[in-house]
């Protein structure tokens, strides 16, 4: 169960928000621990992901001041390579649902 009271106090294009939460949890659980294997499958894979980023945005010249900006609008390319191991756990058995883990580690280029 949760209780969140939220406030917002805005002048012109200024706004300040404050919330405060406050959450209760019953839990009552079993399990066995470290007996037998666990139930459903388990999956171990590599992986290699390769993407390139083409980017453009529009340029634009301030006026009126000292501290105006000016953009170009040249387009902005990247390339993105990430190789790394992920693996997941499909979790089967007494329930009446399936459910999956998974969880990876790339390695970033």
Not at 3 to 10: C, K, N, P, R
Not at 33 to 48: N, R, S, W, Y
Not at 90 to 99: N, V
Request: hydrophobic share 40%; net charge negative; charged share 20%.
């Amino acid at each position: 169960m949760s209780l969140v009271i939220d406030l917002e106090y805005s002048v012109s294009e200024t706004a300040l928000r404050l919330s405060v939460a406050q959450s209760w949890h019953w839990v009552d659980t079993e399990r066995t621990a470290l007996g037998g294997k666990p139930t459903g499958d388990i999956k171990i894979e590599p992986f290699a992901n390769a993407a390139y980023v083409h980017q453009r945005i529009g340029g634009f010249n301030e006026s009126g001041g000292a501290a105006t900006l000016s953009v170009d609008d040249p387009p902005t390319d990247i390339g993105l390579t990430s190789l790394g191991v992920r693996g997941s756990h499909l979790m089967t058995g007494r329930w009446p649902c399936m459910a999956r883990s998974a969880g990876g580690l790339p390695w970033e280029t």
